[in-house]
């Protein structure tokens, strides 16, 4: 299944925030969103998981989503969003009440889903309980249970220490090796990008246009050499590169509003 921006713009009142977006997501790629505060992309990820209509222009899934799939598009956020009064094993099942499995079929599915995020000696705990890596951990589990086409992530590493992110983006990194599933991965990090990420669209300050997409010409599994570092450093200075005039400018204006 791929997900498709075509042409969006949008604002909200006379600010313009999105301006004739189009870029699209193959089945399987990663695409990361970079740009300077405040260009647009969380909204832009918004609009894109049909949180947010935009002003013009629209998203589209194009093709079918896998057999299995329960919902095509699944959000994971910055902060969590966890029920605090429902375990692990109840947060990850939650998505699922209301879908036509039964009860054995639920279990199976949560089971595979912390299985594969490392949690399943942690299901009876509640997430006052656990780390901030093990509670974004929870959140990963609880959007791979519907099985989707692709994850929409919003920085979903940046409310964690460096250890914790680097962990979890090794995790990432695990969980789309097989391309059976794509994202759209919104950061700051221009590091996180050009290790997870098959392209990186580029924005520029607002109202956010694509200024360029950046091809990163390596596999995910390459990356994790050390002989990879220095063409990963090259990259990252190349986005900086893209973004570091209008971030400068982006960051002045915040301080100044």
Not at 26 to 45: N, Y
Not at 71 to 93: G, I, K, Y
Not at 151 to 174: G, Y
Request: one cysteine or more.
């Amino acid at each position: 299944m791929d997900l498709i921006a075509d042409h969006i713009s949008h604002r909200f009142g006379g600010l313009d925030v999105l301006d004739d977006v189009s870029f699209t997501v193959a089945s399987g790629e990663v695409v990361a969103i970079v740009g300077p505060s405040g260009c647009g992309k969380s909204t832009l990820l918004s609009i894109l998981g049909g949180l947010l209509r935009p002003s013009e222009g629209q998203a589209e899934l194009r093709g079918a989503p896998p057999a299995d799939s329960l919902n095509p598009l699944t959000f994971v956020f910055q902060d969590f969003a966890l029920l605090p009064w429902c375990t692990v094993e109840a947060n990850v099942e939650f998505p699922l009440i209301n879908t036509a499995l039964n009860a054995a079929a639920r279990r199976a599915v949560v089971d595979d889903a912390l299985r594969r995020t490392g949690l399943s000696d942690f299901r009876g705990a509640y997430p006052k309980q656990l780390s901030g890596g093990m509670r974004q951990r929870v959140g990963i589990a609880r959007a791979l249970a519907v099985r989707p086409a692709i994850l929409l992530m919003d920085e979903p590493l940046s409310a964690l220490d460096s250890q914790t992110r680097e962990l979890l983006m090794e995790d990432f990194v695990r969980l789309l090796a097989d391309g059976a599933m794509g994202a759209v991965y919104v950061t700051h990090n221009l590091e996180e990008a050009v290790r997870l990420a098959d392209r990186v669209v580029v924005l520029s300050r607002r109202p956010g246009r694509v200024r360029e997409v950046v091809t990163i010409p390596m596999t995910r599994a390459e990356r994790g050499g050390v002989e990879a570092r220095g063409k990963l450093l090259t990259l990252q200075n190349q986005l900086w590169s893209l973004i570091r005039e209008e971030a400068i400018d982006a960051e002045r204006e915040v301080q100044h509003a």
